[in-house]
């Protein structure tokens, strides 16, 4: 293949499903670099608590996409776009093959449908959202199709989410020619015994200090920190809950983000869905006809 034809790989689905394993798998098969599309992932320091990849995982495969900022720090989904476009094409001059990886879907959205961000909103628009009631916000998201956040109680949680809409034009009208995607198909039960699994493991000493560091660097007003599993952690090290109520706690909210995760996928026809050992099989088809 000529490497500016080399296709982008783009993997998706729920958390938990075993995007990170198989990514590596594929990428060191078809000779390729991974960039991560997880929200999560782009905090420094924020590693066990967001499931990152492991150091020797990174070893295996060169990843982008993890440590890009401090949690105080911004960072847009245009940001992303351009971040990850930057290392498509640096990947595919290396000659290789960038397989994008994650759970995000307006990051991966923002790429395969080759968004235009326009400004951000201003204070204006932005005071004019604040006046609204919460009832008012959610049927203006129902209204003009945006997706509810997971808080969807939350003021600001609106808010954003109106807001996040809003500075994105021509959304999801034509998926780019270079692209693949595929998705991982997990059946429920399983996924939630994944889900429970990798909550019992995250509860360990290693969160625990991971928490406490970020505790004293950070407020837990920072979306970065109320996004994660820290929240939980905190209310464990104070004495609040047991270690159990603690990773029911998590189970229940990546359940939601799976559910969550899942709906906005759905919404795009060209995702392939396969269980986890047919996806090879698919892409060596894929490859073949180029």
């Not at 847009?76 to 290396?94: G, S």
């Not at 008012?136 to 945006?146: A, D, G, R, V």
């Not at 600001?156 to 500075?167: D, G, P």
């Amino acid at each position: 293949m000529v490497a500016v034809k080399r296709p982008l790989v783009v993997i998706v689905g729920p958390t938990a499903s075993g995007k990170t394993g198989l990514a590596i798998q594929l990428a060191r098969k078809f000779n390729g670099e991974i960039i991560s599309a997880d929200s999560r992932a782009i905090y420094q320091g924020m590693d066990i608590g967001t499931a990152k990849p492991t150091l020797d995982e990174q070893k295996e495969v060169k990843h982008w996409g993890i440590d890009l900022v401090a949690p105080d720090e911004r960072f847009t989904v245009a940001d992303f776009q351009k971040y990850a476009n930057e290392k498509i094409a640096e990947i595919r001059a290396r000659g290789q093959i960038p397989f994008l990886v994650g759970g995000s879907g307006l990051y991966i959205d923002s790429i395969i449908f080759d968004y235009e961000f326009g400004d951000d909103v201003d204070a204006e628009r932005r005071a004019e959202l604040d006046r609204m009631t919460i009832e008012e916000l959610q049927n203006y998201c129902n209204k003009h199709n945006i997706p509810l956040p997971e808080n969807h109680k939350n003021k600001r949680y609106l808010m954003r989410a109106i807001e996040r809409q809003n500075v994105v034009k021509n959304t999801r009208q034509k998926i780019r020619s270079d692209v693949i995607i595929v998705g991982i198909l997990v059946g429920e039960g399983e996924l939630r015994k994944r889900i429970a699994d990798r909550a019992k493991k995250m509860f360990r000493d290693e969160l625990y200090g991971e928490t406490k560091r970020l505790m004293t660097k950070y407020s837990f007003n920072l979306e970065s920190m109320k996004s994660n599993i820290y929240p939980i952690a905190q209310r464990l090290l104070n004495g609040e809950i047991s270690r159990d109520e603690a990773i029911k706690l998590s189970e229940i909210d990546d359940w939601h983000l799976a559910k969550k995760q899942m709906t906005w996928f759905r919404r795009n026809p060209a995702i392939k869905w396969l269980p986890s050992g047919e996806i090879e099989g698919y892409l060596n088809k894929k490859f073949a006809r180029n």
